[in-house]
């Protein structure tokens, strides 16, 4: 369990706090541990009851071999009995279930008492293009955005817990409420660093999982570190492009959140996009690749809406673009490196 590296307790006051963490998949039950480890009281939450009764009582997770789930945190199934008392709501939900998860939330008549909502989904609503910490606002109200926080980077699941060391990135309008955040997640294998560039962080983390399906086509066909390479730098200067173009600040994107997450996803067997990608180029049909990954692909949720803000700032993001045309438009993934690489010579620049 234990990575082979002594890390010695970071010296921050942890004042123990009454948190729920709504989404038991692998990265919100992590979270969770991570949580109860410095001593915060933990409710799960999930919209599968039954995965919820399975962690409870075996106290692992069908998806991560090895973890223990910590014995501390309490499985609930109800959502209102999970949001009562709570301070603090960490939000784990598939992009595309953001809006309606916020909707429960609120039908509770508990969102009022969470003084801190702390987003951890990566991905742009489709049909609207918000980014997450918009659609909170939307569905809950500008007090529950002016006290949301974004934690992001480069992080793999599967490697934190396991304890691997991690840096993440705690994003919010405000100083104090991202030290709180920061405060609150910082483990020995876990270090949060602070920014205010919630927009930022939101698309770098949002345009990453569409490069990494491409650099899963790419290896999938048997390119080389070369073309993979190419296609995370070029696809850095997407996200930087548009990034820009929405009010973005472009250090966020040389950061963890930016750069950072872009290489961990677009390089990684652990990544659910690079795989998706990866079984594309395979020949798989895109239902059947999204069903063998067997978790969600946000990449695939955020395509369309990347190249629909890319089309509203009026900026080029051809690599997006050949992956919304592989996913919704019947292009094969050959057909889409050819077509990138047919593209006219320009000039190297954001």
């Not at 963490?21 to 009851?49: F, K, M, P, Y």
């Not at 889409?336 to 190297?348: C, F, G, H, N, Q």
């Amino acid at each position: 369990m234990n990575a082979s590296i002594p890390l010695a307790e970071p010296q921050m006051t942890k004042q123990p706090q009454d948190i729920v963490v709504l989404g038991a998949g692998t990265w919100g039950i992590t979270l969770a541990t991570v949580l109860a480890e410095n001593s915060h009281r933990v409710r799960s939450w999930d919209i599968d009851a039954k995965l919820l009764e399975n962690i409870d009582r075996e106290r692992v997770h069908p998806k991560l071999e090895g973890f223990k789930v910590h014995p501390d945190i309490a499985m609930v199934t109800d959502l209102g009995a999970a949001l009562d008392g709570a301070s603090s709501c960490v939000m784990v939900a598939p992009s595309h279930a953001m809006r309606k998860a916020c909707e429960s939330i609120k039908a509770t008549g508990r969102a009022g008492s969470i003084r801190r909502w702390i987003i951890c989904t990566k991905g742009i609503e489709q049909g609207t293009d918000m980014l997450m910490h918009e659609v909170l606002a939307d569905v809950l109200g500008p007090e529950a955005g002016r006290n949301t926080c974004v934690l992001s980077g480069p992080s793999h699941a599967e490697e934190v817990s396991r304890r691997i060391p991690t840096m993440l990135v705690a994003s919010s309008a405000t100083y104090e409420l991202a030290r709180e955040i920061q405060t609150c997640f910082f483990r020995p294998y876990l270090r949060i660093y602070t920014c205010n560039d919630m927009r930022g962080v939101e698309l770098g983390g949002s345009v990453k999982n569409v490069i990494a399906i491409a650099a899963g086509v790419a290896d999938g066909m048997g390119m080389g570190d070369n073309t993979r390479a190419a296609l995370i730098t070029r696809g850095l200067a997407e996200m930087v492009r548009l990034g820009l173009a929405a009010g973005a600040r472009l250090e966020t994107f040389m950061g963890l959140s930016g750069v950072g997450d872009l290489i961990v996803t677009a390089g990684s067997h652990h990544s659910r996009n690079w795989k998706f990608g990866n079984l594309l180029a395979q020949g798989l049909p895109v239902d059947e690749a999204l069903k063998q990954v067997g978790m969600v692909v946000e990449g695939y949720w955020t395509a369309k809406s990347v190249c629909h803000l890319a089309d509203k700032h009026k900026v080029e993001m051809p690599i997006a673009e050949a992956v919304r045309a592989v996913l919704f438009e019947g292009v094969s993934a050959r057909q889409a490196v050819e077509s990138l690489l047919a593209r006219d010579p320009k000039p190297e620049h954001y």
